[in-house]
């Protein structure tokens, strides 16, 4: 066990001695999320450290990524490049959260990369909702979500994963975008949702968490 657990940490350290300084650009990382992914023990080995550094994240996003409170995202099977982009803003200011903001800052880019790749990995577990979806919620999907998150809800590199995200989450998010709220005001949402009212935003929302 000591052995593999060693061999496991040599393919970690060597796996990023040729990029692992501090200076790392945001595309050399995902250039070197890329290469990652597409090598099984690489990943492995990237995996484990995730899960080790991603302890932080766990009172709040879960072991597995499923959030324990409604109002928190799943990580789980989240897009990685997504997930990564997302702590870079945290990190750099862009998007601001108390917790996050800070934790993202404390974290090197390749304890980031890891993270990433381990909750993306995790099986997500969509919550169970007490409302159905509605007609009116495939409808504003279909018209206006599924060019950027797609048919299914699971997004891509540059979209993340919205469906089975708990609905008090995806509520107050989809509110964020429509109040102006300060923090997403780049977001490419605050202008496809303006002409959405309160209620299709409602509904949209319930539709979005019940998609597998």
Do not use: W
């Not at 409170?69 to 990190?91: C, G, K, M, V, W």
């Not at 923090?183 to 209620?199: F, G, H, Q, W, Y």
């Amino acid at each position: 066990m000591i052995m593999k657990h060693n061999i496991l940490l040599v393919v970690f350290l060597s796996l990023f001695s040729a990029t692992a300084s501090a200076d790392a650009s945001v595309d050399d990382l995902l250039r070197k999320m890329k290469g990652i992914q597409t090598n099984p023990v690489e990943l492995k080995a990237v995996i484990a450290q995730g899960e080790e550094r991603g302890r932080l994240c766990f009172s709040c996003h879960g072991r597995d990524g499923n959030s324990k409170r409604d109002y928190i995202p799943n990580l789980a099977s989240q897009n990685a490049e997504y997930l990564f982009t997302q702590f870079e803003h945290f990190a750099d200011g862009t998007r601001k959260d108390y917790v996050m903001s800070k934790l993202a800052k404390q974290l090197t880019g390749e304890e980031r990369v890891a993270i990433a790749l381990y909750f993306a990995n995790r099986q997500v577990t969509p919550r169970e909702s007490k409302v159905a979806a509605s007609a009116d919620g495939k409808r504003i999907y279909d018209s206006t979500c599924f060019v950027c998150h797609g048919a299914s809800g699971h997004g891509n590199d540059q979209y993340p994963r919205i469906a089975g995200q708990p609905l008090e989450f995806l509520s107050n998010t989809l509110k964020s975008f429509k109040n102006n709220d300060p923090d997403r005001k780049n977001s490419p949402m605050v202008a496809v949702i303006k002409n959405l009212s309160e209620t299709d935003l409602q509904n949209v929302a319930t539709y979005i968490t019940n998609m597998p």
